[in-house]
């Protein structure tokens, strides 16, 4: 860490390595405090490490890089900065209930999210636009209604079927 009059230089130290990945002016930064909970009425823990001791906080840079920022409580410890990702980024400030910070960075948040728990899994990337004439179309769904299968299903099969017949020369 370098001060001057105005700033502070933080240096970005990749934790592998150990070697300089960059660094950035702490007071032009936006900085963001995590969230702890009181547990036992007593102790209060960091929602990102679940320790009383250990703790971090997340800073944009004025460029728009993200740095996490990792301290302790103990004497004597140094605090680390690490260069994350958005992603990473995003799920600290959603964990911390930073939500106009996801807002502003982000997009909107959806207003629900989770595994999905029900329903049928993705069983591959979809394709839009396929255009597929009436006729070969009503031929699918008498297929599909025949098999007792949805019209997906028969699409998948007919072309799985296709493409293992021999070519036609």
Known sequence: MSETAER???NVIDPGSGSLQGWFVLEAAT???EQAAYINGFDKRSVNTLSTDAHQTL????RGRWVLSCWTDWQN???TYEFVD?????RWLILNDEDAAVEEHFGPMDEESGPNLGGRPAIGPKIPGFPV?????ERVDDYAKGEGISRN???RR???RGLESPPVA
Request: no cysteine; proline share 7%; aromatic share 6%.
């Open 8 to 10: 502070t230089r933080i």
């Open 31 to 33: 900085r963001y405090l």
């Open 59 to 62: 800073y944009r840079t004025k």
């Open 77 to 79: 410890d140094i605090p």
């Open 86 to 90: 958005e992603d990473t980024a995003k």
């Open 133 to 137: 004439p009436q006729a070969l179309l």
């Open 153 to 155: 299903e028969a699409m």
């Open 158 to 160: 007919l072309m799985e």
